[in-house]
């Protein structure tokens, strides 16, 4: 039997097919995770493939002799025996040799041995690790389109709306010529042109708009997706359900930023909501502000910064209790009125305008940790969005009243086949392979890397930090050198700015406020003497191209401000340095007032600092590295932690759910 039959919907897969859920028990969770980086040693590492890439050279022998009329019949003849005979290795070869010709003709552009590697490790439902300016989206063409002509429908899931169009209409060229069609799914689409889109042979998509369409698909189903019953029911009624469903099922997934997607944003549940009505809800929230505003730390209450969590003392409750006498209503109960204070002092204590959101037209817009992008349509559980609101003197919206809800981890599990890209995935290979049963494959680059690494210099204060910050770019800047300067939040690049502004250093700054002229602040980052400043979202998706002469001066330099909780993160703001054979540099200048030494920040340390470096002057190397490594170390287990906590609450819920009668 075609391994395609299954894969895609039919008789057999069903009008929606996907992988049925499979609950692992605790010892089997526990021996997953076990054998995670075992299981990468043995399977991710990498194989012999040069015996496939001669085998796509010998199946090109003419093509280009072809003209494209010729050509597009044969993909056509192609697409019949993958369609009939499945994802064969001699088809497969086939199809890659007709893609890379296409793409040749099409778009000016011959892939490369390695991305015809990292094409295959993807076709093969596994991630491959290609570094930085490697080419991923033309890779990924070579396995969208051998799957889609095999009838499997694809979907090509990237992180914002953004990368998702460009990468539609840049690789659609190539799709037509092969007969196969293509449809993005971004913001403000109607249900019928959503529809429409996922008909489509390869369908480009952002991983959150692609899981609110399956839950709305999952709504409409209700408890039934039984292919038989769907069957049947397409028989015997006029306007059947499946007819008013968005997707085709989930067949074939290629994640884009795959590190990012399914294990970053994988701390957060996707959710469903209607609005409630405010009623008297607004005065509760505010109330909740200023009595919040009232209390004092230790007396009566605590923060644990690690866990991001706020405790209340016995002391504080009491005063609560006394200042809820005269209010009522949901203030009389202990509980309610407790969680009420706790979120009202997690909005004052734990999330920062500017670092955790901003104000946009009135509203409060949260920033994603990870890239720096502002996430309009999300808001905070339990009321906590609405805390920020009135401590920011906004107006107050309702709040949100779950339909429906799933997390990125049980979501992306029910694939059929699951593949994936990313520059940055080694660190986290043995959490893939635990929970999506992936593996990772490091793909060799096209050209040997010429990045240099100067490492990590760490002042005392952020004072310090800033002034060696402002000097560094002051002589590369003189040299005529470009330089990608990174930092965590919108305050801290606004703080830079100004350092640079006295400095009379011209510069341009990119975060959550100018995320609308992203693409065109990155394409001038690489011209002489350039100055950017620039959030997480100058690392995902974006490709700094060099002026005439700027190899010659040593290419980009890349200046991190702070270490990233993930050192994947870092990674990827170094991999801007030093793309394609380019040369490159990246160096890292810390304070030890910076975030990722929060937890161990204390007067012990600053005399040890002290002891060890001298007057305004930065610790030794060693030193650094060692408390990088510990700080960044322990914050990947704390999201870890997370992570695991909320695949276990979303299991448990799921059960309820299920126990109940009730959908997702």
Not at 107 to 134: C, I, K, N, P, S
Not at 324 to 351: D, M, N, P, T
Not at 398 to 406: A, F, M
Request: charged share 25%; proline share 3%; hydrophobic share 40%.
């Amino acid at each position: 039997m075609s391994d395609a039959i299954l894969h895609r919907p039919g008789i057999l897969a069903g009008v929606y097919p996907q992988r049925e859920e499979s609950r692992a028990g605790m010892l089997d969770k526990m021996a997953a995770a076990a054998s995670g980086k075992m299981h990468q040693y043995v399977l991710g590492r990498n194989p012999r493939y040069q015996h496939f890439i001669d085998a796509v050279d010998e199946c090109a022998v003419g093509l280009d002799k072809l003209n494209d009329q010729d050509l597009t019949a044969r993909a056509r003849e192609l697409g019949r025996n993958l369609y009939a005979l499945g994802l064969r290795g001699a088809l497969v070869s086939q199809s890659f040799a007709i893609v890379r010709e296409f793409a040749s003709r099409r778009l000016g552009m011959r892939h490369y041995d390695v991305q015809l590697y990292g094409a295959w490790v993807m076709l093969q439902g596994r991630v491959a690790e290609m570094e930085t300016g490697e080419g991923k989206t033309l890779t990924a063409t070579l396995a969208a389109s051998t799957a889609a002509l095999a009838g499997i429908p694809v979907h090509v899931v990237t992180v914002n709306d953004f990368l998702a169009a460009r990468d539609a209409q840049w690789m659609s060229p190539v799709y037509r010529a092969l007969g196969l069609t293509v449809g993005t799914i971004t913001e403000g689409l109607d249900l019928k042109q959503r529809r429409e889109a996922y008909s489509r042979s390869i369908t480009y998509c952002t991983n959150k708009q692609i899981v609110f369409d399956y839950l709305k698909d999952r709504m409409l189903l209700g408890q039934e997706n039984r292919a038989l019953h769907l069957n049947l029911e397409d028989l015997y009624t006029k306007t059947p359900r499946t007819s008013k469903l968005l997707l085709r099922g989930l067949c074939f997934a290629i994640v884009d930023e795959a590190d990012s997607v399914l294990i970053d944003e994988a701390r957060t549940p996707l959710i469903i909501s209607n609005r409630s009505n405010m009623d008297d809800q607004e005065k509760t929230f505010k109330h909740a502000v200023r009595i919040a505003r009232l209390l004092e730390s230790p007396r009566d209450f605590t923060i644990n910064q690690r866990l991001r969590q706020v405790e209340l003392t016995d002391l504080g409750k009491a005063y609560i209790a006394r200042m809820a006498r005269s209010l009522g209503g949901v203030w009389s109960g202990k509980r309610r009125r407790e969680e009420l204070i706790r979120q009202g002092l997690s909005a004052l204590h734990l999330f920062e305008l500017d670092k955790h959101y901003l104000i946009r037209d009135g509203k409060v817009q949260i920033i994603d940790e990870y890239t720096g992008r502002t996430m309009e349509d999300r808001s905070w559980e339990r009321g906590l969005h609405q805390m920020v609101e009135a401590k920011e003197g906004c107006a107050i919206s309702g709040r949100q009243e779950t339909l429906s809800r799933i997390s990125y981890q049980r979501f992306f599990q029910r694939y059929l086949r699951l593949g994936g890209m990313t520059g940055t995935a080694r660190e986290v290979a043995s959490e893939l392979w635990s929970v999506y049963r992936l593996n990772v494959v490091t793909i060799p680059t096209n050209k040997p890397t010429r990045r240099t690494i100067i490492g990590d210099s760490l002042y005392r204060s952020a004072e310090q930090k800033w002034n060696a910050v402002v000097q560094r770019v002051g002589e590369l800047h003189e040299q005529g050198r470009p330089v990608l300067i990174g930092v965590r939040s919108v305050v801290a690049s606004e703080v830079l700015s100004r350092e640079l502004d006295k400095a009379r250093l011209v510069h341009r700054v990119l975060n959550a406020r100018q995320d609308q002229q992203e693409a065109e602040i990155i394409a001038q980052a690489g011209q002489p003497g350039r100055i950017t400043v620039a959030t997480n979202m100058a690392g995902r998706g974006t490709d700094i191209r060099l002026a005439p002469g700027i190899a010659d001066l040593g290419g980009l330099h890349v200046l991190a401000t702070e270490r990233h909780d993930a050192g994947r993160i870092d990674r990827q703001l170094f991999g801007r340095a030093g793309r394609q054979g380019d040369p490159g540099s990246c160096e890292v200048i810390l304070s030890l007032e910076d975030e990722l030494f929060g937890e161990f920040s204390g007067k012990w340390l600053e005399m040890f600092f002290d002891r060890v470096a001298k007057p305004e002057q930065p610790a030794p190397s060693v030193l650094v590295k060692l408390l990088v490594a510990v700080a960044q170390n322990s914050a990947e287990k704390r999201h870890s932690g997370l992570r695991k906590d909320l695949l276990k609450l979303d299991d448990n819920l799921g059960d309820m759910l299920a126990f109940s009668g009730r959908g997702e």
